[in-house]
């Protein structure tokens, strides 16, 4: 899966694929799907939602530029994969579900793997998770029709957020890093993401 859907399709950074290489992704969709847990796709996870296609994990987990000191925010933590992968990749990471079952299904996987540096809290992320702000990295795993306010504020000096943007049908993925004069903005591609619901989001 890596070498043919990640490195194979121009991410560039090693870190990226090493760390896809350590999680095992069957562990974090349903039982009946394993077989297909590697496929070229996202996967249902259960409550209307999915586990993201590998490849866009690739790519947005390289837009954030980790080194592996960060502290990062992500919100969207849905089968908890993607969150393994920052796990491996940054110090801490702070993870935010909307959906109740999913944060604690995702939670049993992290335990039953090891991964102590990742803590899940259940609640709207589009208002963030200012307990532990700033953040180096802040990465959004649904389609937002804007970028939640929050989440700037809560992004360190040269901070990344990584969020997908745009309309119901199809978004642009961003990323805004935050620089002395501002935010800067730059586009990497397009995108097709579940809704990010919220106050700051799609009305609920
Ligand atoms: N990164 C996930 C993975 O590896 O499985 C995939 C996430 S899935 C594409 C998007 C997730 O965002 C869903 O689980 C959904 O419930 C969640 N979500 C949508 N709006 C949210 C919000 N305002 N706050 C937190 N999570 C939200």
């Given at each position: 899966m890596v070498q043919e859907q990640v490195t194979g399709r121009g991410i560039k950074d090693p870190r990226v694929p090493e760390a896809m290489r350590k999680v095992p992704r069957e562990f974090f969709v349903e039982s009946a799907l394993a077989s297909r847990a590697y496929d070229d796709g996202p996967l249902p996870i259960g409550d209307k939602?999915?586990?993201?296609?590998?490849?866009?994990?690739?790519?947005?987990?390289?837009?954030?530029?980790?080194?592996?000191?960060?502290?990062?925010?992500?919100?969207?933590?849905?089968?908890?994969?993607?969150?393994?992968?920052?796990?491996?990749?940054?110090?801490?990471?702070?993870?935010?579900?909307?959906?109740?079952?999913?944060?604690?299904?995702?939670?049993?996987?992290?335990?039953?793997?090891?991964y102590y540096n990742v803590a899940l809290h259940v609640g709207d992320g589009t208002i963030g998770w200012s307990d532990h702000a700033p953040y180096d990295a802040i990465i959004v795993t649904a389609g937002a029709p804007n970028i939640p306010r929050p989440l700037l504020d809560q992004l360190a000096p040269e901070g990344r957020l990584v969020i997908p943007l745009g309309d119901e049908e199809s978004q642009v993925l961003k990323r805004i890093r935050r620089t002395e004069s501002g935010f800067q903005e730059e586009s990497l591609g397009e995108c097709r993401f579940v809704k990010l619901w919220g106050k700051y989001g799609w009305a609920d």
């Open positions: 939602q999915t586990i993201s296609q590998p490849y866009m994990v690739g790519l947005m987990t390289e837009s954030l530029e980790l080194k592996g000191d960060e502290k990062v925010l992500e919100v969207g933590t849905g089968s908890g994969y993607q969150t393994a992968v920052l796990g491996l990749l940054a110090a801490q990471v702070f993870s935010i579900e909307k959906i109740r079952p999913l944060s604690v299904r995702a939670r049993a996987v992290l335990d039953e793997l090891h």
